[in-house]
């Protein structure tokens, strides 16, 4: 069955420090991966995704992730984090044809930023 | 270009009752898709409509369903709502169906 697993429910770092989430996938082709993040009360924002091509992605904010497909995982990143990047992260997966697409969500990520 | 709207922001009905939400997709897309968010469950696909179609349906009882209009947008309906219909109801359009979501702010349900 199609999942995405984000193992960290919640990560603390310090204002400054770098910054990687995790998130791997099971899914049968390459799928489309996407990141996105949600801070309270509020919908979701796009910060990057993968279709195809160079696996290092870059994405707003200064987030980039990496698509390994060995691993099936694509993690996001951040040299350094700022305080104002408190939120939840949600990793996704398009997966799915024509008539059975749809987005799968991992259960997010809450990051805190430690002044 | 103005993002996904959704209406209401919030909502607070009772067991029983019944909801519309409303969804407006950005201009060009024709791809509107719900999720329902809950502390429980996380973020759950609902429906997604195109060209006021149906064309993907998650597991969700029969009490949950949508419509698409020809401006693309898009409402759903909850009927005989239960008190763990309480939830965050999220909207995103795409273009087209497998190309990127882009979501609205939500509709904050609640079921007394």
């Known amino acids: 069955a199609q999942s995405v697993t984000q193992p960290d429910i919640h990560i603390t770092v310090s204002e400054g420090a770098s910054l990687e989430l995790r998130c791997n996938y099971s899914?049968?082709?390459?799928?489309?991966l996407f990141w996105y993040v949600q801070s309270p009360g509020q919908g979701l924002q796009l910060l990057l995704k993968y279709f195809s091509g160079d696996t290092l992605v870059q994405g707003i904010k200064g987030f980039e992730a990496e698509f390994k497909r060995s691993q099936s995982s694509f993690n996001l990143r951040k040299p350094s984090v700022h305080w104002s990047d408190a939120a939840e992260y949600f990793c996704a997966v398009g997966a799915g044809g024509s008539g059975t697409y749809k987005y799968i969500f991992g259960t997010g990520t809450r990051l805190k930023v430690l002044a | 270009k103005a993002g996904v709207t959704q209406t209401p922001r919030y909502l607070i009905k009772t067991r029983g009752q019944q909801v519309t939400l409303s969804c407006s997709p950005i201009s060009g897309h024709r791809s509107v898709s719900w999720y329902q968010q809950t502390p429980g469950q996380g973020l759950q696909f609902l429906f997604e409509y195109f060209s006021e179609t149906q064309r993907n349906k998650g597991n969700f009882p029969g009490r949950f369903s949508g419509r698409q209009f020809s401006n693309s947008r898009s409402e759903m309906n909850v009927s005989t709502l239960e008190l763990g219909d309480s939830a965050l109801y999220l909207c995103?359009?795409?273009?087209?169906?497998?190309?990127?979501?882009?979501f609205g702010p939500g509709t904050r349900l609640l079921v007394l």
């Open positions: 899914y049968g082709a390459t799928p489309y």
């Open positions: 995103a359009s795409s273009r087209e169906t497998q190309e990127t979501q882009y």
